[in-house]
């Protein structure tokens, strides 16, 4: 039982680390969209996400759909408490969504300048919101005997939610940039090395406060590995600045890559065998074993995950490769 339910935080940890390298650059795209200089380098922004951003949050979904079978109680917990936050995440996909399918229908100026802020809008939130709610896992969420969170909306808005919040809309901000510098062609890749120079500053100052503080109020259960993982995102991220300033791009985004993978097993390090602290009475928190679902369904859905995953992996694979290669900026 114990070896199942660990394979599974693994195989969750595995969608939502996919999810966040792969929407990730989406997201980042968004945050750089508005600061294009023309219309039609903001529609070559679009393109060259457009293959990719639907086929990108189907990671998202089949984490959420892992969560709530192999660990219901954790489902339940999370969005409940976090429900408005949550709303406002799904209300922003929603608007980058409609924009990217409706910016072009109309040839008007207004109708394309609402759809382009809708569409950086619908970035940012999910950007910051989603890292609001890590920030509140590790820090801890109150909650009653049935596992239903206490606090009010404005408890999970803390500084130190606010902090991780920035951590990820920066990171995600550097990784979008640094996707556009291989992506998009004419003077875009040099414009998109700056951008990712400027914003790697804010990424690198705030991850260092976050880890900071994480380590100094957070490091519950064992600091070894959450330290070793740490430091090692630490050095991912200096990659990612050492490549970017050499103007090897295609390096500086994988380093990216592994930065964003080791933040995020940092998380889990820091939380594990948590999975939703109780800060109000540790007896009260869900953990990978007492917030699992029965051995039987364990075992079934892993059968279906062994079937389902290499399915998603490979067409997300298949879809990189028919479109590889750069987005032309019309002149």
Known sequence: MMLLQIVWLLLIGIL??????????????????????????????????????????????TGGGALFAAFPAVYATVF?????????????LIFRAVAIEYRNKVDDPRWVGAWDVAFSVGSILPSLLYAVAIGNLLRGMELNAIGDYTGGFFALLNPYALV??????????VH?????????????????????????????VLFLVSATWTGLCYLRNGKVLPIALGLAAAAAIGLIRAF????????AFLAS?????????????????NMVVASNDPALT?????????LRTLGVMLVIALIGMPIVIGYTIFIHRIFKGRVPVAE
Not at 31 to 59: C, M, Q, Y
Not at 164 to 173: D, P
Not at 244 to 251: D, F, I
Request: net charge neutral; with cysteine.
């Open 16 to 61: 939502v680390i996919g999810y966040a390298i792969l929407d990730g650059f989406d997201l980042g795209v968004g945050f750089w969209h508005l600061f294009a200089k023309k219309r039609e380098e903001r529609s070559a922004f679009i393109t060259s996400i457009e293959p990719f951003w639907d086929g990108n949050e189907v990671w998202l979904l």
């Open 176 to 204: 979008g940039a640094l996707y556009l510098a291989i992506k998009v062609g004419g003077d875009i890749e040099q414009r998109a090395r700056v951008w990712a120079a400027k914003a790697w500053w804010c990424y690198a």
């Open 164 to 173: 991780v919040g920035l951590v990820g809309l920066s990171m995600f901000a």
């Open 286 to 294: 869900l953990t990978v074993f007492n917030a699992s679902s029965s």
């Open 244 to 251: 970017n300033s050499k103007g090897e791009g295609l390096k």
């Open 257 to 273: 890559c592994a930065g964003i993978a080791l933040v995020m097993l940092s998380v889990v390090a820091v939380l594990f065998p």
């Open 80 to 92: 409940s408490g976090l429900y408005l936050a949550l709303m406002l995440v799904l209300l922003g």
